[in-house]
């Protein structure tokens, strides 16, 4: 029976990155050895980090100024990292789910934090849109996409203090104009690679503005100067980042991803909307294309264990919800197919039938 992994991270990749990946740590580049035992130092690694980069600042028209780096750690070091290099009194944070509160949490370690709007009223199920930035702030921080609520911020908003956005499930799923930020960071193990690499495109000129002394593991500025090879990077991981991003500029770019993100979000939002069953949990305008979050309507809510084993037995794998809301999540990245969301609404409208 094929299988569709609708899970939210680590998550799908596409099938070829897979097997280029595995074929590498068997033996990379016909050295002999495996990628998974070579020293980030020989030859026939580096250029593995250059062309990643390059590879990133082409898909994402990256402007001069800016570099990229890989990074250990996840998006939750650098929640703690990006107060660390940027806030000096005062930031501002747009709180839009867990991730968010998390990140401020951590910020609020560092100096004063103003809350500028919050989605927590109605359970994150929308994207706040009426607030207003501080101009005495340091930075405005936002996190673009939510994978737990299923709800995203799909422009880049203008804002008179550097913007710094956590775009770790939805980064190179849709053109981006990298000129309004400061900085973008995310986990990679949704739209990148495989668990274990964090991606920070970061400008330049932003960093070192603080006061205080920052350790120097996690000072943007070492990793910046040392081209990601201050420490051991995950090596693997980074590989497995190329290979992706390969994948995603021979498939027509970011440009190509959004138009399938839009597709697949039209097929299962559809399903979700039509099925006498089921409701999404998002406002429609705020609705994610990378998470789609739906649940049982009230009286059928006793349905719930009968309908993931169902969609177990049909092949849909991760779409349990998370587990502080609940209900179910198809989350579909740049790897997922058209006929994986076509079997979702087959499995939904079968369930439907039954019941």
């Known amino acids: ?31 002999g050895l495996s990628l998974m035992e070579i020293s980030h130092r020989a030859k026939n690694f580096q250029p593995v980090v250059d062309e990643a980069e390059a590879l990133f600042k082409e898909l994402l028209d990256i402007p001069e100024g800016y570099k990229v780096l890989f990074l250990g750690g996840g998006a939750s070091l650098e929640f703690c990292m990006v107060p660390y290099n940027f806030l000096e009194k005062k930031a501002a944070y747009l709180n839009t789910g867990v991730w968010a509160t998390k990140a401020m949490k951590e910020a609020k370690l560092f100096g004063e934090v103003v809350e500028i709007a919050s989605s927590k009223d109605k359970n994150f199920t929308y994207i706040p849109k009426d607030y207003v930035i501080p101009t005495d702030a340091d930075y405005l921080h936002i996190t673009s ?24 499930s939805d980064i190179l799923s849709r053109p981006i104009d990298v000129s309004k930020y400061a900085m973008i960071y995310g986990g990679a193990q949704k739209n990148l690679s495989m668990a274990g690499v964090t ?24 990793h910046v100067k040392k081209g990601s090879m201050f420490n051991t990077p995950p090596v693997v991981p980074i590989y497995s980042a190329l290979m992706n991003l390969r994948y995603i500029k021979a498939h027509g770019g970011v440009k190509a991803m959004e138009k ?50 169902f969609a177990t037995s ?26 994986g969301c076509e079997a979702l609404v087959a499995c939904m409208k079968e369930f439907e039938a039954q019941h």
């Open 145 to 168: 996409n939510n994978t737990i609520y299923g709800t995203e911020l799909r422009e880049d908003i203008d804002s008179p203090i550097p913007l710094i956005a956590d775009m770790s």
């Open 314 to 339: 049909k092949g849909m794998v991760g779409v349990k919800g998370h587990r502080d809301v609940g209900g179910f999540r198809a989350s579909c990245y740049n790897a997922m197919s058209i006929e």
């Open 260 to 309: 399938l993100a839009k597709q697949r979000a039209e097929i299962v939002y559809g399903e979700i909307d039509r099925n006498k069953l089921f409701v999404g949990t998002a406002e429609e305008s705020s609705r994610s294309l990378m998470n789609l979050t739906f649940v049982l309507k009230p009286e059928y809510q006793d349905l719930q264990d009968d309908f993931l084993a």
């Open 1 to 31: 029976m094929k299988k569709y992994n609708f899970n939210a991270g680590p998550s799908i990749l596409p099938r070829e990155v897979i097997e280029q990946t595995a074929a590498a740590c068997l033996d990379f580049e016909n050295s």
């Open 199 to 222: 991606f920070v495109i970061v400008k330049e000129d932003a960093l070192g503005k603080v006061s205080r002394q920052i350790p120097t593991m996690l000072d943007y500025r070492t």
